[in-house]
């Protein structure tokens, strides 16, 4: 089936611009989780989905990003006024439920700000 | 002081070369730990998972985890040319089990 897909796959604006980024997760699966992936790091929790609960947005670095999510479905990350530390990529996860269970990673999102 | 550290590397063996990749922390709580192969321009994927410590195999694979002392290790036998990639370990605290604390990522390269 499917995997997780997102888009678009390479993003170039300027400092100062809106983006958004869009998660497709895989279909059935009822959690969704967005991570930041600068370069030389680690994956840095951004926030997470679950069914109708509230996300939990702990991981968001500023005010300037924010998630949304329709249903179980596809999910949108926007960055406002965009810096050029915002400079990563992004990346979706989606699992089956609320325990643990395998995160499956779309390919990502490379954002460059100029 | 992160919470995972991880050596960068570049790790580079020749093929058939036995790999061993370590990641260690600092948070006592956590309790699941994985690791995740990731190649160039693509997403991870989960390669192994234990549950506190132990070891546990997967064909080529043995993942190790020593609570006592906070460090786990990935070993990759027989490597290949195809095992080149980076190698990021994970962790889940006992609260918020979705929120996995990931290490740098070692990049590993082997060489035919």
């Known amino acids: 089936g499917a995997g997780v897909s997102q888009s678009p796959s390479n993003k170039v604006t300027e400092k100062g611009k809106d983006v958004e980024l869009r998660c497709d997760p895989i279909?059935?699966?009822?959690?969704l989780y967005w991570y930041r992936q600068r370069l030389g790091q680690g994956l840095e929790f951004l926030i997470y989905?679950?069914?109708?609960?509230?996300?939990?947005k702990s991981g968001l670095p500023s005010d300037r990003f924010s998630a949304e999510r329709t249903g179980e479905s596809v999910s949108t990350l926007t960055i406002q006024r965009t810096q050029q530390e915002d400079s990563a990529v992004y990346l979706c996860?989606?699992?089956?439920?609320?325990?643990?269970?395998?995160?499956?990673f779309g390919p990502g999102t490379r954002l460059t700000v100029l | 002081q992160k919470e995972v550290e991880q050596d960068p590397g570049p790790l580079s063996v020749p093929e058939g070369a036995i790999v061993s990749l370590n990641c260690t922390y600092s948070?006592?709580?956590?309790?699941?730990f994985m690791w995740y192969r990731q190649y160039s321009r693509k997403g991870p994927e989960l390669l192994m998972y234990?549950?506190?410590?132990g070891n546990k195999e997967d064909g080529r694979f043995t993942a190790q985890v020593d609570k006592s002392s906070k460090y786990i290790s990935l070993f990759i036998r027989d490597s290949q040319p195809s095992d080149s990639a980076t190698y990021l370990c994970?962790?889940?605290?006992?609260?918020?089990?979705?929120?996995?604390?990931f290490g740098t990522g070692t990049r590993l390269l082997v060489s035919p």
């Open positions: 234990t549950y506190s410590s």
């Open positions: 994970a962790m889940i605290p006992n609260t918020g089990f979705q929120k996995l604390v």
């Open positions: 948070n006592s709580a956590f309790q699941y």
């Open positions: 996860a989606s699992s089956p439920g609320t325990f643990y269970n395998e995160q499956f």
């Open positions: 279909s059935g699966h009822t959690a």
């Open positions: 989905f679950q069914g109708n609960s509230a996300p939990d």
